[in-house]
């Protein structure tokens, strides 16, 4: 009982396909959807990805629209390690049932936030921006005002 509405545009769906395509022919594991939708449009089957290498366009490209890509780690470490290989930074979420280990590891990751069994997504109430190649600075909340003054030095000597 789920309704997927389209992506932005063709072309950006196409842009989506051939990162799929090409993380397919790097040697990651399709483990559903991948193709367009039968439905006319911007339409893209959800798709999930399994990554099986660093040099798979899946492990340092976004993919905008319905695809995850799945990471295998065995250890903590490995895990924060795989999260923090990246050039973009902009949110990151963690699903666990160990709210203070969860804590922990967010206190670790490079992002400009981490959700804690939730999405990403942005309010006013909070403060909202990435690292990295994902941006500078924030917007939303009293962060983000600020953003917008322009603060004045002056210096007497």
Same mark, same amino acid.
């Given at each position: ?18 990162? #799929?395509?090409?993380?397919? !022919?790097?040697?990651?594991? $399709? ?6 939708? +039968?439905? =006319?449009? %911007? ?36 895990? #924060?390690?795989?999260?923090? !290989?990246?050039?973009?930074? $902009? ?6 049932? +160990?709210? =203070?280990? %969860? ?34 600075g924030r917007e939303m909340s009293e962060f983000g005002i600020h953003e917008f003054v ?8």
């Amino acid at each position: 009982s789920t309704t997927l509405g389209p992506m932005s545009s063709t072309e950006q769906r196409d842009n989506l396909l051939k990162q #799929i395509s090409d993380s397919l !022919d790097a040697g990651d594991e $399709l483990i559903t959807g991948g193709k367009k939708s +039968d439905t =006319e449009g %911007a339409f893209i089957e959800p798709t999930i990805i399994l990554n099986k290498s660093k040099e798979s366009p899946s492990y340092h490209e976004e993919f905008f629209g319905p695809c995850a890509i799945v990471l295998i780690y065995e250890t903590e470490e490995q895990m #924060i390690e795989i999260g923090n !290989d990246t050039h973009f930074g $902009l949110g990151s979420s963690l699903w666990t049932m +160990d709210i =203070e280990k %969860a804590k922990q590891i967010a206190s670790r990751i490079d992002s400009g936030s981490v959700y804690i069994n939730t999405i990403v997504k942005s309010t006013p109430a909070l403060p909202f921006g990435g690292t990295k190649r994902s941006g500078y600075g924030r917007e939303m909340s009293e962060f983000g005002i600020h953003e917008f003054v322009n603060k004045k030095t002056i210096v007497i000597k």
